[in-house]
C-alpha cells in the first residue's frame, strides 16, 4: 500500500488566500518530513522540511505542521499567489546514518486563480 | 554551481531492447537515488545508492539494475524493455552528514518511451 498518502489530487485557491496540503504516512519510524514543488517539465525542488524533533517549522508564506500522534503532516500556504501554481509532493523518510529513503506521496496539483 | 544531470533528456526504445539511462552529479553527494514519476503515483523509489558498489533496492526495483562505480555517477539499466517502464525518471543526490537527512537534488528528469 501507498506509505505516503495525499488525500487531494488538485486544489484550487484564489490569489491572496490560504491554503492547506495534507499528508498521511503509515510508518511510524519515519522522522524526516518535507514538501517539494514541481512546476510541468521541470525537476522537484525542496520548499521546506521539518524533523521529528519539533512540530512546526515556518519559512516566509510556508509553514509545516506535524502531528505524529496521527502520523499527519502539512503544508499551510499563506497569501497564495499565480506563480504558486504547481504540484506539490510530501514526503517522509526515516533517516538511516544520514541519508533518508524518501518515500513520496502522489502529488497535488495546485492552481491559484488569479 | 551545483547540478545534477541527465541524459538523455527524451528516449523512445523498443519492447526488449537495453536501456541505459546515465546521471551524474558535482557536489560529491555520497547518496544518489533514481525514482520514476507516474501519473497518480508521484515518485516511486527504484533504487538508492549510499556510495560507490553499496546499493538498495528501493520500492519498486523489478525490471531494473543500476551501477555505481563512480560517486559522482549513478546508472540506471533495464534489460530487456517493457512497456510498463514508459514513464519519467529522475535521478536525485544527497549529502550525508552522518546525522540527518539532506536536501535531494534531482535532475532534469529523462523521459522514457518504450513501444
Known amino acids: 500500500g501507498q506509505q505516503v498518502k495525499q488525500s487531494s489530487p488538485s486544489l484550487t485557491v484564489q490569489e491572496g488566500g490560504i491554503l492547506i496540503l495534507n499528508c498521511d504516512y503509515e510508518?511510524?519510524?519515519?522522522?524526516?518530513f518535507a514538501w517539494y514543488k514541481k512546476y510541468p517539465d521541470n525537476s522537484p525542488t525542496l520548499l521546506i522540511s521539518?524533523?521529528?524533533?519539533?512540530d512546526k517549522r515556518e519559512d516566509g508564506r510556508f509553514t509545516v505542521f506535524l502531528n505524529k500522534s496521527g502520523k499527519h503532516f502539512s503544508l499551510h500556504i499563506t497569501a497564495s499567489q499565480p506563480e504558486d501554481t504547481a504540484v506539490y509532493l510530501c514526503?517522509?523518510?526515516?533517516?538511516?546514518?544520514?541519508?533518508?529513503?524518501?518515500?513520496f506521496g502522489e502529488g497535488t496539483k495546485l492552481t491559484v486563480s488569479s | 554551481d551545483m547540478k545534477v544531470t541527465q541524459m538523455p533528456r527524451y528516449l523512445i526504445k523498443r519492447m526488449g531492447e537495453n536501456v541505459l539511462l546515465e546521471c551524474g552529479q558535482d557536489?560529491?553527494?555520497?547518496?544518489m537515488y533514481w525514482y520514476r514519476q507516474d501519473p497518480g503515483l508521484g515518485l516511486q523509489l527504484i533504487y538508492i545508492?549510499?556510495?560507490?558498489?553499496?546499493?538498495s533496492e528501493g520500492d519498486i526495483p523489478k525490471g531494473y539494475r543500476v551501477s555505481r562505480k563512480k560517486r559522482e555517477h549513478f546508472s540506471l539499466i533495464l534489460d530487456s524493455a517493457k512497456t510498463n517502464q514508459t514513464s519519467v525518471y529522475f535521478c536525485a543526490s544527497s549529502l550525508s552528514t552522518g546525522s540527518s537527512a539532506e536536501t535531494l537534488y534531482f535532475g532534469s528528469g529523462t523521459r522514457l518511451t518504450v513501444l
Open positions: 521539518v524533523r521529528s524533533n519539533v
Open positions: 510508518n511510524d519510524m519515519f522522522d524526516y
Open positions: 545508492s549510499y556510495d560507490v558498489d553499496s546499493n
Open positions: 557536489m560529491s553527494h555520497e547518496t
Open positions: 514526503a517522509a523518510g526515516e533517516n538511516q546514518g544520514g541519508s533518508a529513503k524518501l518515500i
